[in-house]
């Protein structure tokens, strides 16, 4: 049994991934740690792990939670991961990043951060972890930066066609619309209930954080520098989200075709669903799971993709387990399914 | 045009107020204020009064705001009001506070609000602003408190039983169901919309300080002492409370016998509208409006009442406008309709 | 007083323009009708209208109702209007349509909607209701096709940028994001809470029958042929459409000088508001109003437009007053503030 | 393995029941069953089940699955169940009846259910499925009768306090809430989104079809006749049932000793969690899980009881497996954690 830990266990993607290591047959969560009050049961904390797990969650303590795990996951906020996951790197246990931290080139992170980067040295051996392009360099990866939410649909949506050079790879739109959860769980007066429901709206339209991760993965996909426009929603629901992305065919291709080669490009992916022709996804469909959703419409010369994953399975904890999978050996779909 | 004026003019409240006064024809918003980082127009904080209202938000300057207005509201948190009031009062200026500083004789709040009154002089002039009840004090107040938003559905739905000796006043039982309004506009992080949003739970059960509330007034109307059980639930929806009391019959009593009674006692009541016999009334029907609605069920011993109200009008905002009406003798219903 | 009549008045857009009419002080309520299976007062289909109006509703007979009024609003499905309008205009009375069924031509009406037109001959005099385009030929129309909801919101974001020729005809995208009162008051398995809720989908992807009409008018507006990419989604709310726009801009433009452009063309217009640049727009600002709310953000060579309106109201009961009012030479604003 | 069918698999019921044997290690899915128009793969059906179940879903042929299973669930509306359990029955083959049809006795069923019994002879052999009221006779189970989502919850709010007769049997009064999927997956008008969502009302007052099987239970734990009341409430939200239940105590009693009094009743069962004293469940926390979460607060002479239960788990789905599980000889949790 790997003896796993979780820092940041109180948040929402620290929860989902607790929830799924239980379910998981090949670790043992032997350590968690929170900014809390005083250290008690986990299930004291979060009360739906009642009867499930009895772990202490403790206070942050990197050093000594090194001792005790062979990995971790961080579900921390971006600029706070960076400072505790050297603990871990250092005691030679592997690191799954949930944050932003080890995502971008360091003059990319600190410019969309606005502050420096504090661990560049690490930063230069991180691994983005999304299994479906990257699943060499992840089996060997010792630190892993598992992608955000947006970019997990955006970039698995875009990808086959970009790929491909069936599309322009200027003038990509992607119109995102995400779940409340996203924004993780914090008080903030713009999250609160009567802000959110019955309510949309866009926000950091083109200036979302997650915009210069999606542009480095696709340019890497195209061979050539892209940026996208991207504008994301806030959506009065807890889960999901959906991007409907906007591609400019260069190869004449109808939606049969397009099914067919996103079809093919993720054949033996297990977390990707590619939609018959004529069916599109939707968020109820994926939520809970660790699938991203994809559907196709071809119209003149412009490719619609819809994608949907869950923001905290796919979008973070799941791919998060599903990376851990892949660094461990085990089989790639164990506790997710 | 009486000039007016609303401290607090940010909160959910004081929002309400201030879109009720827009819609009416004898008053004038001269002066609004709220804790903010900087003074500027109202729309500019609140986007929906823009075209509406051209009026410029102030920082809180009690004295100052006297001078301009006949008559105040205050939109505060419990404990601030009791010491704002006093400076409208000694201008002469009447006070209508939406906060629970008035409701409760000193000792009740200084036992359930944790803290010593600061304002004891003007709390025994206080009239307590439930129109369906006080309709003659009101007409004469200076200073008046309006009712919590939990009390003003309960009394209304208890009233007529217990006044017509139709009901065992022990062993009153209130389960009352509160969008998230009620909580009222903060950062808080058991109020953000994950949390709420397809969740449902109890709290302050038997606890909450509304009830020595709603205590005072049925003792008032049943001419002894009563103790209610009283159990407040937060539901997924903005607005609107529906309370189902649970009466024990002292006198047999069929459903159409206490629909009759109901009717009766709030014949002329432009605000309370009492359900026929076989329906019962759904927040729906409230949400953005001054009615409470009533329905009635008598079964074997015991009579269940739903009422309904919108929180922030009949429960809030507008009963406070339903008391501007009768203390300036305006009109009950006008800007209300 | 004007007579003013609503052919089904229990749907939402009857019962949002009859909310409405109640407030309007020119006009007087004078016929309902609805598919009912007796007919009552209005205030037992519509409990929130108690103690509000006190009208009958009838069975539909267009000619008898025809007698007792001086205009009509017909809130009725698709296909039926046109079944239903010439009772009324053959008697002289001007008709409000909220249909579909006379804002297209005939061949492309009886291409998206299936089905020959029963009533070429009005057809051609109809006059499609945007005042903030055609107000002269409203003030003389007497059949008014009322715009769709999804069309108000869309072509009021695009036509300023089109009319000055600061944006490509070619590639204009709307993904546009809709509550669930869009698809009506009907027993649908697609629309039920638990489908509703919890969940996000595009449907009609570049299908839907608002395109045909954005199509139509933009290309008058354009004076050339244009052909829209269209993605309506269904969000789980119960009102509002927000649209993000993407245009690609032919003149070089920054958000400041997109802002100006807007507001200059919409000057003088009391129900379109533009943001000032760095604000946008959210839908719980425009619920429950006649505005559209109109953000803008310039970026390389996009302009990204968002918009805002209340599907029940400026996209479709408030507007249709608002019609009304120019039609009838009252305040264009009257009832609607 | 275990062959199981599941007629009715497309409601919302059938499809929980699938979703949880998809992870039950001891049973193959081999039949499923419903009301469609052709023949498909149930992932056609249910998108959510692409890449994990590959079972066609016929339609209904009792005689002709029951030749293909060792066990049936029926996931069928009331009413319907009696007519298809008996081909299962006369083949051998054990029923989990998730429809009301063998809950009551057969008088009483008629009254309430409005209709002559079809199926007598098996209905006085039928076992009522709580298991935590009658384990041994569900061990020898062959036509088990899954309790309502309302009864469960209920039931395990009230029994242990009404087995130590530490309350008065007269004059119990539940509060109950449930989300919108407790009435089904069905076309009705008023269980469209816009018409749950931002409402509340009660429905059935003291009327609902759960009531007489509440009486039924209670009854027999007490000993004697019971007659609650009951009032059913409809929440916006999708799942979930709370219950606030009232009762009065005949023996004096602190929440700490009622805290102990029902983790006593309920040691050693598996889903049942007794909150600790100052502690109250909430939906969110049962929410997907088979668990009853309980909490406990005396006040007074009057003991309220909290019970949160998912009402498609442990409510219908989950509890169905659980006496499944009962029934064959498995560990009681299995495919339930």
Request: glycine share 6%; no cysteine; charged share 25%.
């Given at each position: 049994m790997l003896k796993v830990g979780v820092v940041g266990a109180t948040g929402y993607a620290g929860e989902e991934v607790i929830k799924i290591l239980i379910r998981?047959?090949?670790?043992?969560?032997t350590e968690l740690s929170a900014i809390i009050d005083k250290e008690e049961p986990i299930a004291s904390l979060i009360p739906a792990f009642k009867g499930k797990l009895d772990v202490i969650c403790k206070k942050p303590d990197p050093e000594g939670m090194a001792k005790n795990v062979d990995l971790v996951f961080l579900g921390l906020p971006h600029k706070v991961s960076m400072g505790i996951a050297p603990s871990f790197l250092n005691a030679g246990k592997p690191v799954i990043d949930l944050?932003?931290?080890?995502?971008?080139d360091q003059k990319v992170y600190e410019k969309w951060y606005g502050t420096a980067h504090k661990d560049v040295p690490n930063l230069a051996k991180?691994?983005?972890?999304l299994p479906e392009l990257y699943l060499d360099e992840i089996k060997k990866a010792k630190l892993l930066a598992n992608p955000g939410c947006y970019p997990t649909g955006v970039i698995l949506g875009i990808a086959p066609a970009l790929a491909d050079k069936?599309?322009?790879?200027?003038g990509i739109i992607s119109d995102s619309k995400s779940g409340a959860t996203g924004a993780g769980r914090k008080a903030d007066l713009g999250l609160i209930f009567c802000e959110v429901n019955e309510n949309l709206r866009a926000y950091k339209?083109?200036?979302?954080?997650h915009k210069p991760e999606i542009n480095k993965i696709l340019s890497r996909v195209a061979g050539r520098e892209i940026d996208i426009v991207f504008t994301p929603h806030l959506i009065p629901m807890n889960r999901g989200i959906l991007s409907t992305i906007y591609l400019k065919l260069i190869k004449p291709m109808d939606t049969a075709a397009a099914v067919a080669l996103y079809k093919k490009f993720y054949?033996?992916?297990?977390f990707v669903r590619v939609c018959d022709e004529g069916k599109l996804p939707q968020i109820r469909d994926v939520v809970g799971t660790n699938y991203c959703d994809i559907g196709l419409k071809a119209t003149g010369s412009t490719l619609i993709v819809v994608s949907c994953v869950d923001n905290l399975v796919k979008g973070a904890a799941g791919q998060a387990v599903q990376n851990m999978n892949i660094m461990c050996g085990f089989s790639e779909t164990e506790g997710l399914l």
């Open positions: 998981h047959k090949l670790v043992k969560i944050s932003a931290d080890y995502r971008l991180a691994v983005y972890g069936a599309v322009d790879p200027a339209v083109n200036e979302h954080q054949a033996g992916k297990p």
